[in-house]
């Protein structure tokens, strides 16, 4: 009977001292965005609504995303270059993989104005924010 209580206590002691994580009202978010067309539209709209909320923004733009940062591909990606924009006009930062612009063949005076080529140092500075949460598109 006793090991039974003494188990029941330690139970509801380690429930209630345990710790919740709950996002902050202004951490900031990553995106990580390695698609075109209706998955990037998904990424950059679901970015841009979190920072309408106060949280800070960076879009990582990789392998097929580099596409729509193209202004050769404005046509294609009228929409999705529109958000960037917006995001960029709020305060948000869209950063672009040089590896990745090479193999889809992106050229640097090809890139929508302010998108910036993104180093381990760029990236990381904005991926490693204390409380940035990051998502994947």
């Known amino acids: 009977m006793f090991k039974k209580a003494l188990i029941s206590t330690l139970i509801v002691a380690s429930i209630g001292s345990a710790s919740v994580a709950f996002a902050g009202d202004t951490d900031p978010l990553f995106i990580n965005m ?3 067309g209706h998955r990037a539209m998904m990424g950059l709209t679901f970015g841009s609504k ?3 909320r106060g949280h800070p923004l960076t879009v990582f733009l990789n392998d097929q995303g580099v ?3 193209a202004k ?3 046509a294609k990606y009228s929409k999705e270059q529109e958000l960037i924009a917006a995001i960029q006009a709020k305060g948000g930062s869209v950063i672009v993989c040089p590896m990745c612009m090479k193999k889809h063949g992106v050229k640097e005076d090809d890139l929508l104005p302010g998108i910036k080529l993104s180093s381990p140092e760029v990236a990381g500075n904005a991926l490693f924010k204390d409380n940035t949460k990051t998502l994947t598109w």
């Open 34 to 36: 390695m698609s075109e």
């Open 72 to 74: 050769s591909n404005a």
């Open 67 to 69: 596409l729509v940062a």
């Open 50 to 52: 979190q920072q309408e």
